[in-house]
């Protein structure tokens, strides 16, 4: 009976690291200079070329050793310590986890509709500079 080790699936690992950043594969493929196709073929091949490698990780805001070490299961143990620390320290009080506004939102809404009062403003004068125009 064999207990020979797989080898990591790297294209594989650098789906899921993609998918998880939200990232479509056009996306990673203009970030590294290559097309979607191109990208395909990388996430279905087993191993990847070195420089490929770092162009990609680059492209991903992640290191080398990311992508070559990922794993599910270190995901979702990392997730569930940083929300079981979250609900432990903070005690249930946003302010500790910056959960506050650092500023007033009614300032900004004001803010927002002096704005569009302004800008409905120029359109009326701009329109009727054009009317006293003809």
Do not use: W
Request: overall charge negative.
């Amino acid at each position: 009976m064999s207990t020979a080790i797989k080898p990591k699936h790297i294209g594989r690992n650098i789906s899921r690291i993609r998918e998880l950043k939200d990232m479509k594969q056009e996306a990673l493929a203009q970030a590294i200079g290559t097309n979607q196709q191109a990208i395909s073929a990388i996430e279905n091949s087993e191993t990847v070329d070195e420089q490929k490698l770092i162009e990609i990780a680059k492209a991903l805001g992640v290191s080398v050793e990311a992508i070559k070490n990922f794993s599910e299961e270190a995901v979702f143990n990392y997730f569930n310590t940083f929300n079981d620390t979250v609900s432990n320290s903070s005690f249930g009080q946003a302010a500790n986890n910056n959960y506050e506004c650092t500023f007033n939102p009614l300032d900004k809404v004001v803010e927002l509709y002096e704005r569009l009062v302004q800008a409905e403003k120029d359109k009326v004068e701009y329109l009727e500079k054009l009317l006293n125009g003809k």
